[in-house]
């Protein structure tokens, strides 16, 4: 009976597998082409079109961001960074290494800090705190918002509107940070993608990190398969 319940089980838990990385790639598609109000919408952007964005979340950080550059510049696929504040000024040359490879560069807060539940103002600090360190370190506008946790209310959106920057989520999660194997990163992405995907990984980690290791297996396997990479912004202009 015991040996019944572990298998019925295991197989529950390899059914809900995809259901748990891959996120429905949810309206919300902002369809203007009106170059004057493009970046003005205050919506959340999901996603479109054919290619595939990878976005990198927490970083810069002198380890995991280096090698994930270097990945990116062995299959010549750029990608967005979504930095928090404090670690671009901890680590202002990683940042522009980001930069100088052509990356685009989004905005993860200054601290890393929920954003719901809080004033206006006090959002409004999050964003342009982090928007201040930037432009410290280079002339540089973000077009995108990664609220951290996916978690966002509606000041947040207003702030987000008053910034001209749109929320951006992701449509798969590969729960990098829960410290999954390469393999299990990689087979969890390739179930599910299709074109329009943005993929959510990290480069800043504390322990055991498999990111940059399934990196190098996932992105020549999906140019296999005939997707390339765009940064957030070549997609969002892109249509859909
Ligand atoms: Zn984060």
């Known amino acids: 009976m015991r040996t019944v319940f572990i298998i019925f089980t295991c197989l529950f838990l390899i059914l809900i ?57 062995k299959y010549n696929v750029r990608a967005t960074f979504f930095v928090i504040g404090k670690n671009v000024g901890y680590y202002p040359d990683v940042f522009l290494r980001i930069l100088n490879a052509g990356h685009e560069i989004g905005n993860h807060t200054m601290s890393h800090s929920h954003l719901s539940g809080h004033t206006f103002d006090y959002v409004m600090n999050q964003i342009q705190g982090a928007d201040d360190v930037i432009n410290s370190l280079a002339e540089y506008k973000t077009r995108f918002l990664r609220p951290p946790g996916g978690i966002f209310d509606k000041n947040v959106q207003s702030a987000a509107k008053n910034n001209d920057i749109l929320i951006a989520l992701w449509t798969i999660d590969t729960k990098d940070w829960q410290h999954r194997s390469a393999d299990n990163i990689v087979d969890g992405v390739l179930r599910c993608v299709r074109g329009g995907d943005i993929i959510l990984m990290h480069d800043y980690l504390s322990g055991d990190c498999h990111t940059v290791e399934a990196l190098d297996i996932l992105i020549p396997e999906l140019q296999k398969r005939g997707f390339s990479f765009v940064t957030l912004s070549e997609m969002y202009l892109s249509g859909g």
């Open 17 to 73: 597998t995809p259901l748990v990385l891959c996120s429905a790639n949810e309206s919300d598609k902002y369809n203007s082409t009106d170059a004057d109000d493009i970046w003005q919408s205050g919506t959340v952007f999901w996603g479109h079109g054919e290619s595939i964005a990878l976005t990198f979340d927490d970083g810069p950080h002198p380890y995991y961001t280096d090698k994930i550059l270097e990945i990116l510049k």
